[in-house]
T-cell receptor, first 113, second 110 residues
């Protein structure tokens, strides 16, 4: 069976510090991978998605970047965090080319202080 | 650009009352539509998808291409239906991009 791991669950970082959130999927190959930010009243905002290694699509201009160094690993990064980067970040995966349901990680609550 | 609109942030009904959560979309091509649900302190999970044409937990949703809508319905709401509901869209012509609406919180009162 497939599983998704996202860590850390919570993170408090000072303004100007770097960020690295990691997401890995087990039990499948060549998944589609997604990073979302969930905010009250704004729903799930798609930040990045990837349909293959090294293929990253960015949805919104911002202070964040994403990378997919391995088939089942998706990393959300920032060189210098802003206060506005605080939020709840969700990683998700789906089967490539099948457009079936997406499976979500537990999320990371990021607080920038 | 593909877009999902959920006009209601909050829908409050009494137990046993009918429920309709609205979802409208914008998409060039043939979309695939989903409803996801997030119960308190649980992960976001799939509720149903339009291609399955099935009823899950008493909920149904019909894709209306003429009105570009995919409203979620249940004839008799239960307290355990209280949750956050998201409508989502994807499709081949957008390269598998999965877009969500802003969500509707359903509160079912006893």
């Amino acid at each position: 069976s497939q599983t998704i791991h996202q860590w850390p669950a919570t993170l408090v970082q000072p303004v100007g510090s770097p960020l690295s959130l990691e997401c890995t999927v087990e039990g499948t190959s060549n998944p589609n991978l997604y990073w979302y930010r969930q905010a009250a009243g704004r729903g799930l905002q798609l930040l990045f998605y990837s349909v293959g290694i090294g293929q990253i699509s960015s949805e919104v201009p911002q202070n964040l970047s994403a990378s997919r160094p391995q088939d089942r690993q998706f990393i959300l990064s920032s060189k210098k965090l802003l206060l506005s980067d605080s939020g709840f970040y969700l990683c998700a995966w789906s089967f490539g080319d099948k457009r079936t349901e997406a499976f979500f990680g537990q999320g990371t609550r990021l607080t920038v202080v | 650009a593909q877009r999902v609109t959920q006009p209601e942030k909050l829908l409050s009904v009494f137990k046993g009352a009918p429920v309709e959560l609205k979802c409208n979309y914008s998409y060039s091509g043939s979309p695939e539509l989903f409803w996801y649900v997030q119960y308190s302190r649980q992960r976001l999970q799939l509720l149903l998808r339009h291609i399955s044409r099935e009823s899950i937990k008493g909920f149904t949703a019909d894709l209306n291409k003429g009105e570009t809508s995919f409203h979620l319905k249940k004839p008799f709401a239960q307290e355990e239906d209280s949750a956050m509901y998201y409508c989502a869209l994807t499709g081949k012509s957008s390269g598998d991009k999965l877009t969500f609406g802003t969500g509707t919180r359903l509160a079912v009162r006893p």
